[in-house]
């Protein structure tokens, strides 16, 4: 049944894009960071082409005024806390519906940290901006959004934005006997857009934020905004930014479809990135310092969400049968432009590993690219594939004509494959695009066979391809190690002789302990029983440029050195590391277990992991924190508090984490008996989280 109403839905909404267009959105926001609420006066600018017996507005439990206006006069509506139906006071033509509303989102519109530091952001995609701003679920309702938004004026540290551009806002004045005072009045941010775009790409985002501005090759504003925390962070974050903006102009050669490009890091973000028009979220995750850009850096994300305003904003899908039209295209955009910047080499490595992932998931994954219910993995990567293959096959000028003509033909437009296919046999009328969609979008599974043709075009990845295939030699590997083959081959073969014996492999491990941190890295990770002999070429592992390897280093030390672990913890102890503060925890873990330290200093190392499970802490770090309290205070109080409000959060990794360890901890009497005590003398609003744990 659910499914009838489903595609009755979808039904009704294509008879309305026939039947109405609605041309523009002003809306004004006022969030409130302590209720979790949001307060909205929205208009919308709309024409009907033909006759209809109603329209329809998406917005998910929200509270609606009861004064709707259509031209200035109120009208009578239904509203079913899914939708407003609008049936009477609009006319053929041009007219204007106004109203008011208040909300409590329970996703889509984040509300993270605390008051006393706490960010503001949305996640719309696919179809999720109607939980908190009167919208359309349709994707091929495109409409011009001008979002405007409050932040309290005693704020004054917090700053954002919507899409678009910045509409400067006079500060009123008022006279104080002979002269004039600014009056003390809310901060108002107002955005304007000039083009459509479809609703789940509206955004907003509020926060402790300040920004550096630059401006692409063809004069496009870019603004690269970040927490004021993290100046320091700033370059390595957001390196090689505006030369992939540049880059993927000149390779798109379509110009930047909008007036202007930003992007601003958030905490606890649900995903990697999200292409919101002409505004950019990313996750906290990527903000990096120099060395954790060795770790885990931007650029491909960066790349991926830019290469989206093209592939997806200007152009999107018609349905979700068709995603692979922006996942696919945004995936090999975002590795051309890594091509460009790191050379072929790399871009090959990662073809092979897009492709490898495929086979893989080719065993169990029935179900092609060309079909609503595809996965991620053929969406993305198997879409980049498909377009890899085209590229090849049609040329790199042709295909670049392709993809220009195509978006401008289908710009502020919805498309689907088969548009998209036409532009291609328009410019290449002997590509069989037949064949090409069935046995690239219409086939399950990967052929890899047909994949290591076009891989093998790549020195590096064909001597990657021959190694898998042959056994193990220790005389070949010594010949890879000593010659410029790249990087990832020779990190293969340390991960390939884990097993084998230290001094089987000791003359590759002198060899390998010479070249790049990634090579070493693979050694710290495949020898974690350390010779004597080792010993001292082992710990200048601890220097090296990569958060990970001190790491992965600092624990097999401490395990196989016991006498020399408070050496090694002085040695890191003011590193704190990348921002899930892995190293900072596994510290503390270490220095309690293996420290020279009293039980007063023991309590403290506790103390210090129970602030990390704080609110104001993203979820990886709290997660990090949870995972090493409760192998060393598994029935302090505050830990156990601390789980149970993880399994609240909005992040689904964590809560499911969260969720997973309690259950299997209250398998544990003792444990079991501590929650129970706990839930009598607690919260009312933390005591029901207990209780359906207990009761479960």
């Known amino acids: 049944m659910r499914y009838i109403l489903f595609l009755l839905s979808i039904f009704s909404y294509s008879q309305q894009t026939l039947s109405v267009d609605f041309i523009k959105c002003t809306a004004k926001v006022l969030p409130d960071f302590e209720s979790k609420s949001i307060s909205g006066e929205i208009s919308y600018q709309f024409k009907v082409l033909n006759k209809i017996d109603s329209i329809r507005i998406d917005a998910k439990n929200m509270f609606i005024n009861s004064d709707i206006k259509i031209n200035g006069k109120r009208v009578d509506y239904k509203y079913n806390n899914k939708e407003i139906v609008l049936f009477e006071g609009y006319t053929k033509g041009s007219n204007k519906l106004e109203f008011t509303y208040e909300c409590k989102p329970k996703q889509t519109f984040y509300f993270v940290g605390s008051t006393d530091d706490f960010q503001i952001w949305t996640q719309g995609q696919g179809r999720y901006t109607s939980y908190w701003l009167p919208s359309f679920d349709d994707v091929n309702e495109k409409v011009v959004f001008n979002i405007s938004f409050e932040i309290d004026y ?305 020195k590096a990845v064909s001597t990657y391809l021959s190694l898998v295939k042959k056994k193990a030699d220790m005389a070949t590997y010594k010949e890879i190690l000593t010659t410029e083959t790249y990087f990832p081959v020779k990190q293969y073969l340390f991960y390939r002789m884990a097993a084998v014996p230290f001094e089987k492999k000791k003359e590759l491990i002198e060899l390998g302990m010479k070249q790049n941190l990634y090579i070493r890295q693979a050694i710290a990770e495949t020898v974690d029983k350390i010779p004597l002999e080792f010993k001292s070429q082992y710990e200048s592992l601890l220097k090296d440029a990569s958060y990970k390897t001190k790491e992965i280093a600092l624990i097999n030390l401490c395990e196989n050195f016991p006498d020399n672990a408070n050496s090694y913890l002085e040695q890191t102890k003011n590193i704190i590391g990348n921002n899930d503060y892995s190293f900072k925890i596994t510290w503390l873990k270490l220095y309690y277990l293996n420290g020279d330290n009293t039980q007063f200093e023991r309590n403290d190392i506790i103390t210090q992991l129970i602030a990390f499970t704080h609110v104001n802490f993203e979820s990886a770090v709290r997660q990090n924190a949870l995972e090493a309290l409760l192998d060393l205070d598994p029935h302090n109080e505050k830990v156990i508090e601390a789980l149970f409000l993880a399994s609240q959060h909005h992040k689904w990794q964590f809560t499911m984490f969260a969720r997973n360890t309690i259950r299997k901890l209250l398998k544990d009497p003792i444990f079991r008996q501590k929650v129970e005590e706990i839930a009598v003398k607690s919260k009312e609003s933390l005591k029901v989280t207990y209780e359906k744990f207990l009761n479960e």
């Open 154 to 458: 005693k704020l004054a540290f917090y700053t954002g934005f919507s899409n678009g551009k910045a509409v400067s806002e006079k500060k009123r004045r008022i006279k104080f006997r002979d002269s004039f005072i600014n009056e003390p009045t809310n901060a108002v941010y107002k955005f304007k857009m000039k083009k459509p775009m479809s609703s789940y790409l509206v955004m907003l985002a509020i926060g402790q934020f300040t920004k550096k501005d630059f401006k692409s090759k063809s004069g496009t504003p870019i603004e690269l905004w970040y927490d004021i925390r993290d100046e320091a962070k700033f370059e390595p974050t957001y390196r090689y930014s505006k030369e992939i903006f540049d880059y993927l102009e000149q390779e798109i050669q379509f110009k930047y479809p909008w007036q202007i490009y930003r992007q601003v890091p958030v905490r606890d973000f649900l995903y990697a990135g999200m292409e919101n028009t002409t505004s950019t979220i990313f996750a906290q995750d990527f903000v990096v310092d120099s060395i954790g850009f060795n770790d885990r850096n931007y650029i491909n994300v960066n790349a991926h969400e830019l290469a989206h305003q093209w592939f997806g904003d200007v152009v999107t899908a018609t349905s979700s049968k068709h995603h692979w039209l922006q996942e696919g295209f945004a995936t090999y955009y975002a590795l051309l432009a890594e091509q460009h910047i790191f050379g072929d080499d790399y871009f090959y490595n990662e073809l092979y590993d897009y492709a490898l992932q495929l086979s893989k998931a080719a065993k169990t994954d029935t179900i092609p690219v060309l079909n609503e219910k595809a996965s991620s993995l053929s969406f993305y990567k198997k879409g980049a594939w498909a377009l890899h293959v085209m590229r090849e096959q049609v040329g790199a000028k042709a295909f670049q004509k392709i993809v220009k003509n195509y978006l401008r033909k289908y710009q502020f437009k919805n498309v689907s494959t088969a548009d998209f296919l036409a532009e291609v046999k328009k410019i290449v009328p002997s590509f069989d695009v037949v064949t090409f969609q069935k046995e690239w979008l219409e086939t399950p599974g990967f052929d890899m066979k047909t994949a290591e043709i076009y891989l093998t075009k790549n």
